[in-house]
């Protein structure tokens, strides 16, 4: 059975132990007998069924990202962060690199989603001006996603702060 997800690299499709991927390739794990782990001491590929829970590892504020599109085309294990509110995480032992999207992909992605997402998208990915004006097109009146574009993306410290006013 195959799954569909997203996964995050370095730019030009590095992971975080230096190797490099390509687009159209696939990967396997041979895992000699061992059961598939998922974490930091797991044995297999990582990826994330939403393409914002991709930015798990990868701050995309600190450094230039890709995100491909993937599936799974071997044995995977699905894992989970409540903590952090992170679900369907993945690891698989067979991962095939299918797209590296384009920043215009990404962003009609997320646009295209709801308003819970696109902040969890906001608080992992630099943003453009250009593509926060498209996000705030689509959303003018949502204050969770304009809180969350001054606070992660213009580092205003005031966003959050509840709003009294006098009697």
Avoid: W
Wanted: net charge negative; charged share 30%; with cysteine.
């Amino acid at each position: 059975m195959s799954l569909e997800g997203y996964k995050a690299f370095k730019k030009g499709l590095f992971n975080r132990y230096g190797v490099q991927f390509k687009e159209h390739q696939d990967y396997v794990v041979d895992l000699q007998g061992e059961d598939l782990k998922y974490g930091n001491n797991g044995n297999g590929f990582h990826f994330a069924k939403r393409l914002e829970d991709c930015l798990r590892y990868y701050n995309g504020f600190e450094e230039e990202i890709d995100i491909a599109k993937v599936v799974s085309l071997g044995d995977f294990k699905e894992s989970f962060d409540d903590y952090y509110g992170y679900y369907d995480l993945y690891v698989t032992n067979h991962l095939y690199i299918d797209h590296v999207m384009t920043r215009e992909e990404i962003l009609n992605y997320i646009i295209g989603v709801n308003n819970f997402r696109v902040v969890r998208f906001i608080q992992g990915y630099k943003l453009t001006p250009l593509e926060i004006t498209e996000i705030l097109r689509k959303y003018p009146n949502d204050n969770c996603i304009i809180d969350a574009i001054k606070y992660y993306q213009y580092h205003d410290d005031t966003a959050y702060v509840k709003r009294y006013r006098q009697r």
